[in-house]
Each structure stands twice: as structure tokens, then as C-alpha cells.
């Protein structure tokens, strides 16, 4: 369906289509619009393909997703490429670049998989077998966030390693170059061989920043307390739309005037 459809919605998960309650149901009734319009819903989020299944399961969704922060692409329907697309590099590769980050800054990042089951649920707000899902990562590394004042220290070491760090609300992620949300947009776009898709594209934090960037109609989706200030900074100079309610049902408003806008009045 990727490669006939003219309008994509390519949204981030947390914060964006659902709150950190992991409640979906706001979505569920525009998700279902979408479909009968045949426009494709693409997750594009750091979760991993073990946790997209299970969301994708609940929500009916069978487009491609992307994963781990743009560093895979999955799908059934990406048949030509036996249902994935690597951009990422190796996790264990990922993780000796972390330590060795760690040494030159003097500063111990520590790795989302290394800390306690009790950590992880307090910063996630997962337990038990979500946990595991969590962790089942192979082309990314999430790990708690540093302190601000550190981050461009840590950004000069990244470069002799090839490697990007994108900060989300709750934690930063270490990605190869080759890999973030924006290059996986334009790598699955490649695949689709059909370069006059038009991209929504909707996101809650500055990890959702190449995601906004490689999108034609860019939404920002605030949490409870209001949008994230640092996207809205780094985002100060393009056109957005910013959503008047948070999370899911910010989410279903932009999306619904958007769909009405450019699909049901022109039908």
C-alpha cells in the first residue's frame, strides 16, 4: 500500500500517539479513518520491533514501522527486501563506542539494558515481560540522559566514532550516522520508488527533530505540562503546527483537520 499512496503518516509513539500511560485509545477511531482512505499509518519510533508488534497488533496497523530511532525498517509488505531494511549499527558495537565515550568525558553513560528492573519501570513506566521487549534491542542504545551542560563534550567524541546522540524527553540514544528517523523516512520512501509522497509527520521531543525535518506537514505534540521548548527552538525557522491538546488526543485533532484538509475536501 506504502508504494500507491500519495499521503503518509509517519508518526513517534511515546508522547505522541499515546501518553506515557500507553493509552491508545484516542487514536483508535482516526486510525481506523486513515484505512479506509487507504493512507498508511508508519510508526517511527526508539521502541523496538518486539514492542511495535504488540502495539501494531492492538491498533490493526500491517504498514511498514520503523524502529530503535531509525535504525531498522520492518514489514511483511517489504517483500523485496525480506521484510527489513538495516541502517543501524550492531548494538554490541554501539555499546563498546558508549564506554569508550564514557572514558574520554570522564562521565559513566550508563546503558537503558544495565540498569535494575526497578529503574527501568520508574523511568518507563514498564514491568514484567514489557520490560523484556523493551530490551530486546539490536541497532540502537538508549541510556540515561546526562546532564545538559556535558552534551557537547559528548557530541565532539561521537564524531571519531561515526555515531549521532539524539536526547529524548526520558533518555538519549546512541545511533551509527547512517541511522536516525529522518533517513529511514527517506530510505523507506526510496524502497516505495514513489517520490511525490507527501509526509505528515508528528512528534513530541528534539529525538523527533529528523523526523519533523524529512516531513512535509510537521506537528509537534505537547505533553500535559506543554510542548517540549527545546523542539520548538530547534524548529524555529520552519513551518509547524503545534497540537492544542496533548498526546493522543492532540495527536487525532491534527491529523483529522489535516486528512480533511487535504483528502475529504478534494473528494
Same mark, same amino acid.
Given at each position: 500500500?506504502?508504494?500507491?499512496?500519495?499521503?503518509?503518516?509517519?508518526?513517534?509513539?511515546?508522547?505522541?500517539?499515546?501518553?506515557?500511560?500507553?493509552?491508545?485509545?484516542?487514536?483508535?477511531?482516526?486510525?481506523?479513518?486513515?484505512?479506509?482512505?487507504?493512507?498508511?499509518?508508519?510508526?517511527?519510533?526508539?521502541?523496538?520491533?518486539?514492542?511495535?508488534?504488540?502495539?501494531?497488533?492492538?491498533?490493526?496497523?500491517?504498514?511498514?514501522?520503523?524502529?530503535?530511532?531509525?535504525?531498522?525498517?520492518?514489514?511483511?509488505?517489504?517483500?523485496?527486501?525480506?521484510?527489513?531494511?538495516?541502517?543501524?549499527? $550492531? =548494538?554490541? *558495537?554501539?555499546? +563498546? %563506542?558508549?564506554?569508550?565515550?564514557?572514558?574520554?568525558?570522564?562521565? &559513566? #553513560?550508563?546503558? /537503558?539494558?544495565?540498569?535494575?528492573?526497578?529503574?527501568?519501570?520508574?523511568?518507563?513506566?514498564?514491568?514484567?515481560?514489557?520490560?523484556?521487549?523493551?530490551?530486546?534491542?539490536?541497532?540502537?542504545?538508549?541510556?540515561?540522559?546526562?546532564?545538559?551542560?556535558?552534551?557537547?563534550?559528548?557530541?565532539?567524541?561521537?564524531?571519531?566514532?561515526?555515531?549521532?546522540?539524539?536526547?529524548?524527553?526520558?533518555?538519549?540514544?546512541?545511533?551509527?550516522?547512517?541511522?536516525?528517523?529522518?533517513?529511514?523516512?527517506?530510505?523507506?520512501? $526510496? =524502497?516505495? *520508488?514513489?517520490? +511525490? %509522497?507527501?509526509?505528515?509527520?508528528?512528534?513530541?521531543?528534539?529525538? &523527533? #527533530?529528523?523526523? /519533523?525535518?524529512?516531513?512535509?506537514?510537521?506537528?509537534?505534540?505537547?505533553?500535559?505540562?506543554?510542548?517540549?521548548?527545546?523542539?520548538?527552538?530547534?524548529?524555529?525557522?520552519?513551518?509547524?503546527?503545534?497540537?492544542?491538546?496533548?498526546?493522543?488526543?492532540?495527536?487525532?485533532?491534527?491529523?483529522?483537520?489535516?486528512?480533511?484538509?487535504?483528502?475529504?475536501?478534494?473528494?
Amino acid at each position: 500500500m506504502i508504494e500507491n499512496s500519495s499521503i503518509w503518516v509517519v508518526s513517534d509513539v511515546d508522547g505522541t500517539l499515546m501518553d506515557h500511560s500507553y493509552d491508545l485509545t484516542p487514536a483508535r477511531e482516526t486510525i481506523r479513518l486513515l484505512q479506509k482512505l487507504s493512507i498508511p499509518v508508519i510508526l517511527c519510533t526508539s521502541k523496538t520491533a518486539a514492542e511495535v508488534k504488540v502495539i501494531r497488533k492492538q491498533l490493526n496497523l500491517t504498514d511498514p514501522y520503523i524502529v530503535e530511532n531509525g535504525a531498522a525498517i520492518y514489514g511483511e509488505s517489504l517483500s523485496k527486501v525480506n521484510g527489513e531494511i538495516i541502517l543501524g549499527e $550492531k =548494538y554490541e *558495537n554501539l555499546e +563498546n %563506542i558508549l564506554k569508550s565515550i564514557s572514558n574520554e568525558i570522564n562521565y &559513566d #553513560l550508563q546503558p /537503558l539494558n544495565n540498569i535494575s528492573d526497578q529503574e527501568a519501570t520508574e523511568l518507563t513506566g514498564l514491568k514484567g515481560h514489557s520490560l523484556e521487549l523493551m530490551r530486546d534491542r539490536h541497532w540502537s542504545m538508549p541510556f540515561l540522559n546526562p546532564p545538559e551542560n556535558m552534551e557537547e563534550h559528548i557530541n565532539s567524541s561521537c564524531k571519531k566514532y561515526n555515531v549521532e546522540i539524539f536526547r529524548g524527553n526520558r533518555m538519549s540514544h546512541l545511533l551509527s550516522i547512517n541511522s536516525n528517523k529522518g533517513k529511514a523516512i527517506n530510505a523507506l520512501k $526510496k =524502497y516505495s *520508488n514513489n517520490p +511525490n %509522497i507527501k509526509i505528515i509527520g508528528l512528534g513530541d521531543s528534539p529525538n &523527533d #527533530l529528523p523526523l /519533523l525535518m524529512n516531513s512535509d506537514y510537521k506537528v509537534v505534540i505537547p505533553g500535559p505540562d506543554g510542548p517540549n521548548l527545546n523542539l520548538l527552538e530547534k524548529l524555529n525557522e520552519h513551518k509547524y503546527s503545534l497540537a492544542s491538546y496533548p498526546n493522543g488526543y492532540g495527536w487525532r485533532s491534527e491529523i483529522n483537520k489535516l486528512i480533511n484538509k487535504l483528502v475529504l475536501k478534494k473528494q
